[in-house]
């Protein structure tokens, strides 16, 4: 059947030249697809407690700076390094995946690299300060 | 005895009986497109909040306050609330999907995040758009600077 063969090649072209199904089994493609769904439900659930703090704002300013002022304390400052952390890497993973979808996922182990390397650079940029701002205050 | 042995590796051919909208393939382009806008929407986010000024430190009523009346501020974040649930409550749906083997618990689970996901978009606007900077009776050392001209 010409009309196949056709689709097989145009597949070929856009994507590696191994088995489908294997970019997610083994090594840095499964590893990032693990930490993308652990941060992925992380984040989730913050999001659901982070609209509801949000929401005191409705209810009034003393509730609000109540409940806030519990974020300025030292754990929850370790806890918003831990956020950032997972935020950081879902983000930078996420455009990962895009380019393994729509450009080719040939380089998604040098991207996994890339991924690590930006969070790196994102992190650093972010913690001291955030620390400073949280531990002198 | 003839048996009939179909050919090994056939390329994947959608049946063409299924007719209508593909939400499976709609939802897999809405993680791709809102997950590109939330980045920028999410590390502006993060900068203004955590990063500027003091950060977290700096965080009360009245910082809010000033955000939430500045019509910027209040598209970025109800854009922020609507395509963020959204994505998130897909995600676990996907997540549901995967790890939930009974057909009553993924039902359950799913129906969970989707009553989660609907009440707090509902509940995230209506904060948005009804809010009150300088409500009656409240300490003025509370509120943003601009309540004490009124």
Not at chain 1, 59 to 66: D, G, H, K, M
Not at chain 1, 111 to 127: G, K, Q
Not at chain 2, 10 to 39: C, D, F, H, Q, T
Not at chain 2, 84 to 104: C, E, F, K, P, S
Request: proline letters at 5%; charged letters at 15%; glycine letters at 6%.
């Amino acid at each position: 059947m010409p009309e196949q063969a056709a689709t097989l090649t145009s597949q070929q072209k856009t994507t590696s030249r191994r088995p489908a199904g294997t970019l997610y089994r083994g090594r840095e493609g499964m590893w990032s697809w693990v930490l993308h769904r652990i941060t992925g439900v992380a984040i989730f659930f913050f999001l659901l407690v982070h609209i509801l703090d949000t929401a005191l704002v409705r209810v009034s300013p003393e509730a609000y700076n109540a409940v806030i002022s519990s974020y300025q304390t030292p754990i929850m400052g370790l806890g918003e390094v831990a956020l950032v952390a997972a935020i950081v890497f879902h983000a930078f993973n996420g455009l990962r995946i895009i380019l393994i979808d729509f450009w080719n996922a040939k380089y998604q182990k040098a991207m996994f690299y890339v991924v690590i390397a930006l969070w790196v650079v994102t992190m650093l940029a972010f913690v001291p300060r955030h620390l400073i701002n949280v531990f002198s205050h | 005895m003839t048996t009939t042995i179909e050919a090994p590796r056939s390329p994947y051919a959608r049946s063409p009986k299924k007719r209508g909208v593909n939400w499976e393939k709609w939802g897999w382009i809405y993680m791709r497109v809102s997950g590109v806008v939330l980045v920028v929407l999410i590390f502006g986010h993060l900068f203004v909040n955590l990063m500027v000024g003091e950060g977290v430190s700096a965080l009360n009523f009245a910082f809010v306050a000033g955000k939430l009346t500045t019509p910027f501020w209040m598209v970025w974040d109800v854009l922020m609330l609507w395509l963020a649930l959204i994505h998130g409550g897909n995600g676990m749906r996907t997540l549901v999907n995967d790890y939930a083997t009974q057909r009553l618990t993924r039902g359950i689970l799913k129906s969970a995040i989707l009553a989660a996901v609907v009440i707090l978009i509902v509940l995230g606007t209506l904060v948005v758009f009804t809010f009150d900077p300088c409500p009656a009776g409240s300490p003025a050392d509370l509120l943003p600077s601009f309540c004490s001209a009124i």
